[in-house]
């Protein structure tokens, strides 16, 4: 008590002392499979529960306009103005086949980007980041449709479907490469 | 001036020495591909590795790299002896290529210095190797010991490798034994143009499968292999280190506005809060039931200074508003400048594009025998890299015109009282509205509108009486029509008619314009106008389906406004005249596939817009035309990679983003929604009954080969083994069009022709001869017996002559 008084920290000094606690009760308890974690970001569609990696993820932002483009496949939902940049929006529920029940609320994009790559994900709703065990990711549920099984990283306890951003970024299904000339 | 012309060459040796790596990449690679490769594939390989050599000597050429030019010229000879078949390409053989494509490096790398003697040496070593191979390429050379890389039989002709011939009796020995192939078992078969063995024909391709991939148009299939080649001048851009400088500093000066932000906006809440605390008190006095004699004495003075206190908030928020103001003037100002000099950083100067320009005109000129001088200036005016990239083309294609149909032969110029050498002028000069100028103009024949009016008349373009009535330069524009040649004959290099409607349509595409002016037997002048930078031009904008869309303005020819009974129905397809011309009718929002509510009803009038890409024009109905507008042309983003029918997107003014519709794409999808009716004048074929071409050849895989492609193009197709066969069919069977080859045995291709053109019946028939003679003489030859298209083997394929059939029928 006595040494704490004679030391009189400074209010920066206690506040960086408090910072530094803050920091150490903010980490999450270490665990042994601490080194094959992922962080994902859990986003809600349809009623289901999503999760991408974050590392995919640059970005969330508001879902404003969109504007719809001509002849393109459905699961584009179209495109939408990022600071000046023109950004692809993908409909995962288009590309899932997921029925549409109930109302959506669509009020998020989440822009993933990988290398040159980016596009946004329509999403209801962000859940908030997750850390996952990869090794706890099971492989898909027979159920699940082809084109998710082709999409997905993988399946956690909690039946938290991991979408493979890596694979939605690279593959040529999810790209439009047409002309008019045949 | 002289400082300035030595910065000059500077900035060239540069730009030159990553030119040269790219060649001489591409070559690298290609020649390692060509070990690998067989049949028609490393025929590509062959052709590609030849243009690279070519540019290579003519870029060493605008440097005064001597050294450099004459190894690229005996590189150059050798792969043109594997063009033509003389020279196989053997191991030995890339043996020595390998080693001077190292030398080459070597001596680009430094194209300011002297090579040191190291090098000097090898330079000589390697030259003396290519000369040895390619000097060897007669039949008795010393090509024969070398063990021919394995072939696979070629599976067209066009591109297959030939093996020496042997000397004497080119066309008896249909299949040159098969040289000891070390990797393949199967036994490569060789052949010649003209011959075939079994063995090859059973390996032809079926007719059913018209495009064999190895006879394909677009070189992007191959190019894979050859990156640097294909992607062109890669995707960096030099940029001085004065015009960063500038940037940089207009960059800083944003730091300033910055600033100045942040204290505008202490400002303003300093205000807020002086406002707040005001009212505050305020309400305490006033909120206040019973007064003291102290409070009324205290709100008689307060009342007071309230109006000294308003009057003072009048003042700063004033003084605010007008700084602010300011602020954002500067700071307009500041972005304008920035963006500009930004876009500046992709601008380069032209002669960037204009400095190997002069080589090709000699080399083209001296192939037919002309003399032709290419000048050029203002060579400093600064273009978009993109827009130089895209002009390149259209511009060779202008150049070939002046040297093909311009410039005449030195001693019908004497006579004509010219200098014996044409002149052939290209200059570039800044325009009005941010766009460019250029000029190529040049000294020969001039267009003649007579010729030009005749040949209108035959395309359905014009009748005789409008001929009449329509003025000269009217008519010499008339040039620009797909399928319109003043020429006679139709050869490989030009007079299809093909090549000013497509540098017309590249020119388009830039959303730039072009016209020419001719004076019959003084010279023609083509003059473009391009804009300065690709990013942004002018859009209408439109509303279909509830949507709306930009249009590029240059590929709007007008908007008009249609009422319901001028709208006939023809055909099941839907028509409107424009300008007293039929046109088909289509409504944007069926091409461009949406659904919904229909903006307006049937019943009333309706705007539409006629969008001209190329030559063809289709009418389309939109709900609304909003208007004209500068739009920024924007991609879709990495995963829109290209979409048809759009072009790109750009950001209205509310910050939406409209798309931005492809004019070409749009008019080509018009054609499958309602097939495009008469607009199209020449379409007859269309009609309901499929054409019939009566194939003339010997070879059977060249038969074979012209009439997959025939009929997958969807002609009706007879073949016919040699002249005498195709006249006793034609006599029999009505035919639309006869394609022939030239050396057949009992009646050759020029007997043939002459001989339809005798006769009364048939003397009208369209005839196009395909074949291996591709000397100035045959041609003329070709042009005397009445054919009316002349396509070399060599550059045959298959869209090529498709193209061909279809501006004759």
Not at chain 2, 532 to 541: D, E, H, I, P, Q
Not at chain 2, 543 to 563: D, K, M, N, S, Y
Not at chain 2, 589 to 608: I, K, Q, T, Y
Not at chain 2, 733 to 741: C, K, Q, T
Request: proline residues 6%.
């Amino acid at each position: 008590m006595a040494t704490l008084e004679d030391a009189q920290p400074s209010r920066d000094e206690v506040r960086r002392i408090l910072d530094a606690r803050a920091r150490v009760a903010a980490r999450p308890p270490a665990t042994a499979d601490d080194v094959a974690r992922v962080e994902v970001l859990a986003f809600s569609l349809a009623e289901e529960t999503y999760a991408v990696e974050t590392r995919f993820v640059r970005e969330v932002c508001q879902l404003k306009d969109v504007t719809a483009v001509p002849c393109v496949p459905p699961f584009i939902a179209g495109v939408m103005n990022l600071r000046g940049r023109v950004l692809a929006i993908v409909d995962l529920r288009k590309l899932f086949d997921l029925p549409s029940r109930g109302l959506t609320e669509l009020n998020r994009v989440i822009v993933l980007q990988d290398g040159d790559a980016e596009f946004g994900l329509l999403a209801d709703a962000i859940d908030g980041l997750r850390s996952v065990a990869t090794k706890e990711l099971h492989d898909g549920l027979r159920t699940l449709t082809g084109v998710r099984d082709r999409f997905l990283k993988g399946i956690t306890p909690q039946m938290l479907v991991v979408l493979d951003g890596g694979r939605l970024l690279s593959d040529a299904g999810l790209r439009v490469d047409e002309s008019a000339a045949r | 001036m002289d400082d300035k012309k030595q910065q000059f060459l500077a900035r060239l040796r540069e730009t030159f020495r990553e030119e040269a790596a790219e060649h001489i990449g591409a070559m690298s690679s290609g020649l390692l591909a060509l070990e690998r490769s067989e049949g028609a594939e490393r025929a590509a390989i062959v052709e590609r590795v030849f243009r690279e050599a070519h540019s290579l000597k003519g870029a060493a050429r605008s440097v005064s790299l001597a050294s450099v030019e004459s190894l690229c010229t005996e590189l150059e000879s050798l792969f043109a002896a594997m063009k033509r078949g003389t020279l196989v390409p053997s191991t030995e053989i890339l043996d020595a290529v390998h080693p001077a494509l190292r030398v080459l490096t070597a001596l680009c790398d430094r194209p300011e210095g002297a090579a040191d003697g190291d090098t000097q040496q090898q330079e000589r070593q390697a030259l003396s190797a290519l000369k040895r191979w390619a000097g060897s390429t007669g039949p008795e050379s010393a090509v024969a010991p070398a063990v021919p890389l394995p072939v696979a039989a070629p599976k067209s002709e066009r591109f297959a490798p030939a093996a020496p011939p042997p000397a004497a009796e080119p066309r008896s020995a249909a299949a040159i034994p098969a040289p000891p192939a070390p990797r393949k078992p199967a036994a490569p078969a060789f052949f010649r143009d003209g011959g075939a063995s079994p063995a090859a024909a059973s390996l032809s391709p079926e007719p059913t499968k018209p495009s064999p991939p190895e006879t394909t148009t677009e070189p992007t299939k191959v190019a894979p292999r050859l990156p640097a080649a294909a992607a062109g001048p890669n995707d960096t851009v030099r940029v001085s280190t004065q015009k960063l400088g500038a940037i940089l500093l207009e960059a800083e000066e944003l730091l300033g506005a910055k600033l100045t932000a942040g204290g505008r906006a202490a400002e303003v809440r300093a205000l807020a809060t002086d406002l707040t605390s005001w009212n505050q008190r305020r309400a305490q006095l006033t909120g206040r039931t019973r007064l003291t004699k102290d409070d009324a004495a205290a709100l008689a003075e307060r009342l007071e200074t309230e109006v000294l206190h308003s009057r003072a908030l009048e003042h700063t928020l004033r003084s605010l508003a007008a700084a602010v103001y300011q602020d954002a003037q500067s700071l307009a100002g500041l972005a304008d400048r920035l963006l500009d000099d930004t876009k500046r950083l992709l601008l380069l100067p032209c002669s960037h594009l204009l400095a190997t320009l002069p080589s090709l005109v000699r080399d083209l000129a001296r192939a037919q025998g002309k003399d032709a001088e290419l000048r050029v200036t203002g060579e400093d005016i600064e273009i978009d890299r993109r827009v130089l990239d895209e002009l390149k083309d259209p511009l060779i294609h202008l150049l070939r015109n002046c040297v093909d149909h311009g410039i005449e032969k030195p001693d019908l110029r004497l006579e004509r009282g010219k200098a014996s050498h044409g002149t052939i002028q290209i200059t570039a000069r800044a325009a009005e509205g941010n766009r460019v100028e250029l000029t190529v103009a040049d000294d020969g024949a001039g267009i003649d509108p007579v010729k030009v009016g005749k040949s209108a008349i035959r395309l359905g373009l014009l009748t005789a009486q409008d001929a009449t009535q329509t003025a000269t330069d009217e008519l010499v524009n008339l040039v620009f029509h797909s399928g319109l040649s003043t020429s006679p004959i139709l050869t490989d290099l030009s007079g299809r008619g093909l090549g000013l409607a497509i540098v017309r349509e590249k020119v388009e595409r830039l959303g730039g314009t072009i016209d020419v002016t001719s004076k019959a037997g003084s010279g023609t002048a083509f003059r473009i106008l391009v804009p300065l930078s690709v990013a942004t031009f002018r859009g209408v904008f439109v509303e279909t389906a509830g949507r709306p869309f930009v249009l590029p303005t240059a590929h709007v020819v007008r908007v008009v406004r249609v009422q319901p009974d001028e709208i006939h129905n023809v055909e099941n397809r839907q028509t409107m005249a424009v300008d007293g011309r039929p046109m088909s009718l289509v409504r944007l929002r069926d091409v461009l596939e949406l659904s919904g509510a229909d903006g307006r009803s049937a019943d009333r009038v309706r705007p539409v817009v006629v969008v001209r890409a190329g030559d063809r024009q289709v009418a389309f109905l939109v709900d609304e035309v909003r208007g004209e507008a500068e739009v920024m042309l924007k991609g879709l983003g990495t995963q829109l990679v290209r979409v048809r029918n759009v072009a790109g997107a750009c950001i209205a003014g509310n910050g939406a983003v409209v798309p931005i519709l492809d004019a070409a794409d749009l008019v080509e999808s018009a054609g499958r929604v309602a097939a495009v009716g008469p607009a199209t004048p020449r379409d007859d074929t269309a009609l309901g009954r499929t054409a019939r071409i009566l194939i003339a050849e010997d070879s059977i895989t060249s038969r074979t080969l012209v009439k997959g492609i025939l009929e997958g193009a969807g002609y009706e197709v007879v073949a016919t083994v040699d002249g005498m066969e195709a006249l006793t069919t034609l006599k029999i069977e009505p035919f639309d069009l006869v394609v022939s080859d030239v050396d057949m045995p009992r009646m050759n291709g020029f007997e043939l022709t002459a001989k339809i053109r005798a006769d009364k019946k048939i003397g009208e028939l369209p005839v196009v001869l395909v074949t291996a003679l591709g000397s100035q003489k045959d041609r003329e030859y070709g042009v005397e017996v009445g054919a009316s298209a002349y396509i070399v083997k060599s550059d045959f394929d298959q869209a090529n002559l498709l193209e061909v059939i279809r501006r004759l029928l």
